[in-house]
């Protein structure tokens, strides 16, 4: 089994900063992509910041130059960077990643339990 836990969400008033964990645990052999969608009531889950297959990066028109996604590969962790935080940026953030397995089979996507961002003064 795989295990996404994310944490550091919290309530921050706009033009702060805050920081998500994301720590991916269990039977992983590799991680393919890993990153943040975001989700709010009524929406369609969106993509916020990921690693791609080879590790290069996208982000979202809306938080490019605000946002920066990181990464520590002996630990299966993401961070995302998030700065000059707006309120339209008030979301439940959730953690993704897409697994290969020894065989080179694709596994996933799995998903976190998300954690809320809420930007508000």
């Known amino acids: 089994q795989v295990q996404l836990v994310e944490s550091g969400g919290g309530l921050v008033q706009p033009g702060g900063s805050l920081r998500l964990s994301c720590a991916a645990s269990?039977?992983?052999?590799?991680?393919?992509?890993m990153g943040w969608h975001r989700q709010t009531p009524g929406k369609q889950r969106e993509l916020v910041a990921t690693f791609t297959n080879g590790g290069s990066t996208t982000y979202a028109d809306s938080v490019k130059a605000r946002f920066t996604i990181s990464r520590d590969y002996a630990k299966n962790t993401v961070y995302l960077q998030m700065n000059s935080l707006k309120p339209e940026d008030t979301a439940v953030y959730y953690c993704?990643?897409?697994?290969?397995?020894?065989?080179?089979?694709?596994?996933?996507?799995?998903w976190g339990q998300g954690t809320q961002v809420t930007v508000s003064s």
């Open positions: 993704n990643a897409r697994l290969i397995d020894r065989t080179g089979r694709f596994l996933g996507p799995y």
């Open positions: 269990g039977n992983i052999f590799r991680i393919n992509t």
